[in-house]
């Protein structure tokens, strides 16, 4: 059974850094696209960016050029750089991995960041 487990949310001021991070088990990392969503209060959960085994990325308008996401395949573990947040960043943010050629899926239990002077 696949598990995720994000850290590396918390409270930050407008303008600053953090970077989340996902740790895979239960699996083959390599078979599965790797994503982080989010979901504030009040509105749908949306994707944020994504990453093949292959290193096909993918990312919301609303966070080019101020996010990246990677991973290590040797550590079984996909991060998101978060810079120069907003305070409209704020929400819960969730790590999702996706099975290549299936349905199958699975979501992290979810790190809270919030943007706030």
């Known amino acids: 059974q696949v598990q995720l487990v994000e850290s590396g949310g918390g409270l930050v001021q407008p303008g600053g850094s953090l970077r989340l991070s996902c740790a895979f088990s239960g699996s083959a990392f390599v078979i599965y696209a790797m994503g982080w969503y989010r979901q504030a209060p009040g509105k749908q959960r949306e994707l944020v960016a994504s990453?093949?085994?292959?290193?096909?990325?993918n990312y919301s308008d609303s966070v080019k050029g101020r996010f990246t996401i990677s991973r290590d395949n040797a550590k079984n573990t996909v991060y998101l750089q978060m810079n120069s947040l907003k305070p409209e960043d704020t929400a819960v943010y969730y790590c999702h991995a996706s099975r290549i050629m299936s349905a199958t899926a699975y979501w992290g239990q979810g790190t809270q960041v919030t943007v706030s002077s």
């Open positions: 990453r093949t085994g292959g290193g096909i990325t």
